[in-house]
């Protein structure tokens, strides 16, 4: 699986802004929604269940908040560089900047575990990282992250 599989340019969004964790959580979650046609409450309330579960902050600014879903007939992915990092309650306490957001049908667990692959094996390469929190577009973004 490569993130061409994965995530469409649309879902993209560089330089995105959000004052804390929880309004990240529910304008994202409304964006996957409004774009998706889904309901936006119900993308929300499966994020903030999830994260509180324990947090999605992977580390080295990078988070990959998900969550399961009702409903839902495919994988649905996002990616989100932030304007301005902030505190997500990472594994290494530093501030998430860079986010690749997930919703999955309740049922799907491979594909679930698969996608969460693909985003964590890019998002552990610091070169790539760097790359896009320096990209000027959300085109940059979508291609640094195949590089």
Same mark, same amino acid.
């Given at each position: 699986?490569?993130?061409?599989?994965?995530?469409?340019?649309?879902? @993209?969004?560089?330089? /995105?802004?959000?004052?804390?964790? *929880?309004?990240?959580?529910?304008?994202?979650?409304?964006? @996957?929604?409004?774009?998706?046609?889904?309901?936006?409450?119900?993308? /929300?309330? +499966?994020?903030?269940? %999830?994260?509180?579960? =324990?947090?999605?902050?992977? =580390?080295?600014?990078? +988070?990959? $908040?998900?969550? %399961?879903?009702?409903?839902?007939?495919? @994988?649905?992915?996002? /990616?989100? *560089?932030?304007?301005?990092? !902030?505190?997500?309650?990472?594994?290494?306490?530093? $501030?998430?900047?860079?986010?690749? /957001?997930?919703?999955? $049908?309740?049922?799907?667990?491979?594909?679930?575990?698969?996608?969460?692959?693909?985003?964590? *094996?890019?998002?552990?390469?610091?070169? @790539?990282?760097?790359? !896009? *929190?320096?990209?000027?577009?959300?085109?940059?973004?979508?291609?640094?992250?195949?590089?």
């Amino acid at each position: 699986m490569q993130i061409s599989d994965v995530l469409s340019e649309d879902m @993209i969004l560089a330089d /995105f802004d959000a004052d804390n964790k *929880r309004q990240l959580l529910e304008n994202v979650s409304f964006f @996957i929604a409004e774009k998706k046609n889904f309901d936006k409450n119900a993308v /929300f309330e +499966a994020m903030l269940e %999830r994260e509180n579960l =324990g947090s999605t902050g992977y =580390g080295n600014g990078v +988070a990959f $908040p998900h969550a %399961r879903i009702q409903g839902l007939d495919k @994988i649905v992915t996002a /990616f989100v *560089r932030l304007h301005k990092a !902030i505190d997500y309650d990472s594994l290494d306490s530093k $501030p998430v900047d860079l986010l690749a /957001f997930m919703i999955s $049908p309740e049922n799907s667990g491979d594909d679930h575990l698969q996608t969460l692959s693909v985003f964590s *094996r890019i998002l552990k390469n610091e070169n @790539i990282c760097e790359l !896009i *929190r320096q990209a000027k577009s959300a085109h940059e973004i979508y291609v640094a992250l195949h590089s």
